[in-house]
């Protein structure tokens, strides 16, 4: 599943003890492996293989660009959802041709950089987005590439706040406008229309979502042929889940069985399909360590108060999700054989796992079963590859952690700690 494992009672990453990063590192840290992170890309290149996919990564998810680069340099595309991300795409060796670029919310600036750039598709969310970009094209007498996002009304099952491809979200147009949408605008000469653009959530652990959302695309995609319009590419989003716990996600080849089968005959006609996947391919390329500061008792409850916390990885707080915690060295009979929920260990006690910071929604685990915990102990947060760093703050003013990369039996900095200097190097002079 991935790199990291317990070995002689230690958390190791492709051979290398955490402890000992963290020694050299400091912490809070986010760790990656390179090994993970190419592992879960080939998994998925290979299982759509059939599709010749153009696998878009999903920068948001985790962007920092010696990822991306490692990613790119595999032939991978980049998903990029402002023009900052189009920006590190491409300060990490993408070329823009292979990104593609989604958000309801595109300033003029962020269009006009993407296509002198030469952004590979421009996903497009709305009529009066259309018109901006068809204009500012015409502008600069360049023209650009356009998918349309459609919303094919699925439910995904999953978080709210991650739940896209209903009706009544801010993303993409109902498909039953999507007809409308290519008459009225298909035959722009500077914004070419070609392509329909899905994401309906994140993650999704079930296939029938995306089958039920592209059967709809299909259809819809044959009466705009029908109706003279050219449609060539198909972008699927992304979404695939990840094991947060052990077993809990489908495997990429079981997103693909499913979904292949549907696409395969157009893309033997010719179609282009995009994938942009983000989390299943770098959450569980990524833990974030953690020192406990102090344990702490009030009431019933025991409090590990560590030195990462809401600002570090926000996911817990905000979205109630769970991340497998567990202690870097723990104590002998303490090894952990999977990472789920609850434990059936002997001498574990309840606690809640939280951070520094002034408000009491800062925990990453609330009534955890861990092992016994004391000042010092070093802690890993695993699953925390996607959705970790990119979502960081430096609210209460804690400057942003470390990042690391292993590869092979090598560690290096990709990202260095903040000082507190850097706090304020963006402020005016006082
Ligand atoms: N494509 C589009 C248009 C997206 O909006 C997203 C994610 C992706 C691709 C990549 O989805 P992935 O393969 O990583 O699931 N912060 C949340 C997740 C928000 C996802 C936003 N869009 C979390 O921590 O769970």
Request: proline share 5%.
């Amino acid at each position: 599943m991935d790199d990291f494992d317990y070995r002689h009672g230690e958390l190791h990453c492709g051979g290398l003890g955490v402890s000992t990063i963290a020694d050299r590192f400091g912490t809070p840290t986010y760790i990656y492996s390179a090994a993970t992170l190419l592992d879960h890309h080939r998994k998925l290149a290979r299982a759509f293989a059939a599709l010749n996919p153009l696998i878009c990564y999903s920068v948001k998810s985790s962007g920092n660009i010696n990822l991306c680069r490692l990613l790119a340099e595999e032939g991978a595309g980049m998903d990029v959802v402002s023009g900052g991300e189009l920006h590190r795409a491409i300060a990490a060796g993408c070329p823009a041709e292979r990104c593609v670029y989604a958000g309801v919310g595109k300033t003029d600036a962020e269009i006009e950089f993407a296509i002198l750039q030469g952004v590979g598709v421009l996903n497009v969310e709305s009529e009066a987005e259309f018109e901006v970009v068809a204009a500012i094209a015409a502008r600069l007498q360049r023209t650009c590439v356009a998918a349309l996002r459609v919303n094919p009304d699925v439910d995904p099952k999953t978080h709210r706040y991650t739940s896209t491809g209903r009706k009544e979200t801010k993303f993409g147009v109902d498909i039953e406008r999507a007809r409308a949408f290519f008459a009225a605008y298909g035959k722009d000469r500077w914004c070419r229309l070609t392509g329909i653009h899905l994401h309906i959530g994140s993650p999704v652990y079930s296939v029938q979502p995306y089958v039920d959302a592209i059967t709809k695309t299909l259809a819809l995609m044959d009466e705009l042929r029908a109706a003279g319009h050219t449609v060539d590419t198909l972008d699927l989003g992304g979404g695939f889940g990840a094991d947060y716990e052990t077993g809990q996600s489908p495997e990429a080849s079981v997103y693909a069985d499913a979904i292949v089968p549907l696409v395969e005959e157009r893309v033997r006609g010719g179609l282009r399909v995009i994938l942009e996947p983000g989390r299943t391919i770098v959450a569980n390329a990524g833990i974030l360590i953690t020192r406990v500061l102090y344990m702490k008792q009030s009431g019933d409850k025991t409090f590990a108060i560590c030195d990462a916390g809401m600002n570090t990885l926000l996911r817990p707080c905000h979205y109630d999700a769970f991340h497998f915690i567990w202690p870097v060295a723990p104590a002998a009979g303490f090894v952990p054989q999977r990472r789920a929920r609850t434990m059936q260990l002997d001498g574990l006690a309840l606690m809640d796992v939280v951070g520094p910071i002034c408000e009491s929604g800062d925990f990453l685990a609330i009534d955890r079963p861990l092992p016994p915990l004391r000042r010092g102990d070093l802690v890993a947060v695993f699953t925390a590859g996607a959705y970790g760093m990119s979502m960081a703050s430096r609210y209460n003013s804690v400057p942003l952690p470390a990042e690391v990369l292993v590869e092979g039996h090598e560690v290096r900095s990709i990202r260095r700690r903040e000082t507190w200097d850097d706090l304020i190097a963006h402020e005016c002079p006082a």
